[in-house]
């Protein structure tokens, strides 16, 4: 005998259902179909709210009502008693670190009022001066940055030892296709200033360059004591808001020209954009079999290519202006380190 289906059984293929129910619905609110693209004998007027609309698909029936509705204007009545009971707005109490994100209410660049110099930074700036104007350039230089974080390279074979021992002794050159500025530019250039961006964040800019002049990376001089330089050059900085994480500030050396003049002796081996993905899978396929499968490690250096110096002769030529209050004496940074920003900085 056969055997009988269960009570609960699953309902049949769609094989079964008729083909012109087999369709997918358009959504209610889909985007409306312009009356053009809908034959003439479907074109017909809805019926009144509630009534049935099944000679129109859900999402033509939504169209039609749209176009033909009324705005609803409430009367004046009952929008003053909203206005009466809504409760004002109060701003949240949760305090934020300046360093960690942009202030809420930022004043205009003619109102801003940048904070005091902090003590640390000021220490810094006055030391710094005092040791300039006592042994000079080349010697302030030697004396306040740290030895290169390069290795002896002795046991080093690589194609690259004798550039990466010439950066060691000597750092990364800067060198330009164009003469050296004028009194005129370079005071130009002073006159202008920080990006405005930089005005919202004078106390991030302190505590950073605090920092950095900690590690011997940068240092901030005044520009009187520096302004005889042979080659001094000045790019604005500004600084870029990012959410949940503090600033970054950058060096724009493309808006004063620095990197158009820049000549490209960089290492092209260095200077490798994008094609990340294209490499490693190149040197997957040609790896010897006979060692086993290919492990790979990923490693974030700490700082990246602030470990390279800049040659001492061409700091100059990367200075940076660095925001100050109106009146205050003009302060310029200078990199002692491969800057963010610059053309032959390795990405």
């Known amino acids: ?32 179909t312009s009356s053009a693209s809908v034959p003439a004998k479907e074109r017909k007027r809805p019926h009144a709210p509630g009534g049935p609309l099944s000679n129109l698909l859900p999402g033509q029936a939504a169209t039609r009502l749209h176009a033909e509705a009324h705005p609803f204007y409430p009367p004046e009545a009952a929008i003053s008693e909203l206005r009466v009971d809504a409760p004002s707005y109060c701003p949240s109490q949760k305090r934020v670190r300046a360093s960690d994100s942009p202030p809420t ?3 205009k660049p003619s109102e801003a009022k940048p904070p005091d110099m902090s003590d640390e ?6 030391l710094h001066t005092n040791l300039l104007r006592e042994l ?14 390069l290795t002896t390279l002795e046991n080093v074979k690589h194609p690259a030892k004798r550039l990466l021992k010439h950066y060691k002794y000597r750092g990364a050159p800067v060198k330009f296709s164009t003469p050296p500025w004028s009194s005129e530019r370079v005071s130009q250039a002073l006159a202008r200033g920080a990006h405005k961006s930089c005005l919202a964040h004078q106390e991030f ?6 920092d950095m002049i900690a590690k011997s990376q940068w240092v901030i001089l005044p520009a009187s004591a520096v302004k005889d330089i042979p080659d001094l050059r000045i790019s604005p900085p500004g600084v870029i808001p990012q959410r949940d994480r503090r600033p970054r500030w950058i060096c724009d050396y493309s808006f004063s020209g620095v990197n158009e003049e820049t000549l490209p002796l960089a290492a092209l081996d260095s200077m490798q954009f994008g094609h990340a993905l294209d490499r490693i899978l190149r040197e997957i396929l040609l790896a010897d079999p006979s060692f086993g499968p290919v492990k790979m490690m990923k490693i974030d250096l700490s700082d990246g290519f602030y470990r390279m110096d800049v040659n001492i002769e061409d700091i100059p030529k990367l200075g940076v202006v660095f925001p100050t209050a109106e009146g205050d004496e003009p302060l310029i940074a200078f990199p002692l380190v491969l800057p963010m920003g610059w053309k032959n900085s390795p990405p």
């Open 136 to 149: 000079g350039w080349s010697a302030f230089v030697r004396k306040i940055r740290d030895s290169s974080d």
């Open 205 to 210: 800019l302190h505590e950073e360059f605090a």
């Open 121 to 126: 930074l000021g220490k810094f700036i006055s």
């Open 1 to 32: 005998l056969p055997t009988p289906s269960p009570i609960y059984s699953l309902p049949s293929a769609s094989a079964s259902v008729p083909a012109r129910e087999h369709k997918r619905p358009q959504p209610i609110y889909s985007q409306p």
């Open 105 to 107: 209410g930022q004043l």
